[in-house]
């Protein structure tokens, strides 16, 4: 299955700040998948990145404050922008899996004070 | 939209069988999966129902009926790694998730 290398595990950051996400997958896909997963709660999805094209964002969330990247098949980046203490949380990449499912990365745990 | 309802914690003693029903709202429904999620860890990806009935992977077992919107994760001879959170999830053109339910797992 596929195998997503995300960075930076986890991070500190101090408020108004910015902070750079970056996945890379060892096979290339068509599609990346960026969640946001709240202490204690479910994930909700941020955004879908297409190589090529702006990102789709999902309800509540804009570009502005989640820039992504997708410069080709095998890498992504999401930016969390001008971060607020309620920015804190796990975010998680994901790809389609050609075997099933869908592979996660390891995720970022953010925290920003 | 698409909502997902599941309860929100289970606990059980080692050996027990646990069951975890998911109820749905959706549109543009192709099918459910079942995420596996340990504590600080990321989600795994457990099985997929595309077709109603029952998916059988070594003690885990998941089922689908498509015309009761609803499906359910089996957790048979539930040992104390199996304390995780598990969430169901729609598969259309995006992954929805439910809200997750934790599975306590006692000696």
């Known amino acids: 299955s596929a195998v997503i290398s995300q960075k930076p595990s986890r991070d500190i950051c101090q408020r108004g700040t910015s902070l750079t996400i970056q996945c890379q997958v060892d096979?290339?896909?068509?599609?990346m998948f960026w969640y946001r997963q709240q202490p204690g709660q479910s994930l909700t999805l941020i955004a879908t990145?297409?190589?090529?094209?702006?990102?789709?964002?999902e309800s509540g969330f804009v570009i502005d404050k989640f820039p992504i990247s997708r410069p080709n098949l095998t890498f992504s980046t999401l930016t969390v922008s001008n971060m607020s203490p309620e920015d804190s949380s796990i975010y998680l990449c994901?790809?389609?899996?050609?075997?099933?499912?869908?592979?996660f990365g390891s995720g970022t745990r953010l925290t920003v004070v | 939209g698409q909502s997902l309802e599941q309860p929100s914690e289970v606990t059980a003693v080692e050996g027990a069988i646990v069951q975890i029903n998911c109820t749905y709202q959706?549109?543009?429904?192709?099918?459910l999966s079942w995420y596996q999620q340990h504590d600080g860890g990321a989600p795994t990806f457990l099985s997929y129902?595309?077709?109603?009935g029952l998916e059988e992977t070594g003690r885990f077992s998941s089922f689908l009926s498509r015309s009761d919107s609803y499906g359910y994760l089996l957790l048979q001879e539930l040992q104390m790694k199996d304390s995780a959170s598990y969430f169901c999830?729609?598969?259309?053109?995006?992954?929805?998730f439910g809200g997750g339910t934790r599975v306590l797992v006692k000696p």
């Open positions: 096979s290339q896909v068509t599609m």
């Open positions: 994901s790809v389609i899996d050609p075997l099933g499912g869908y592979t």
């Open positions: 999830a729609s598969a259309g053109n995006k992954l929805t």
């Open positions: 129902n595309g077709l109603d």
């Open positions: 990145a297409n190589q090529g094209s702006e990102a789709t964002y």
């Open positions: 959706t549109s543009g429904f192709y099918g």
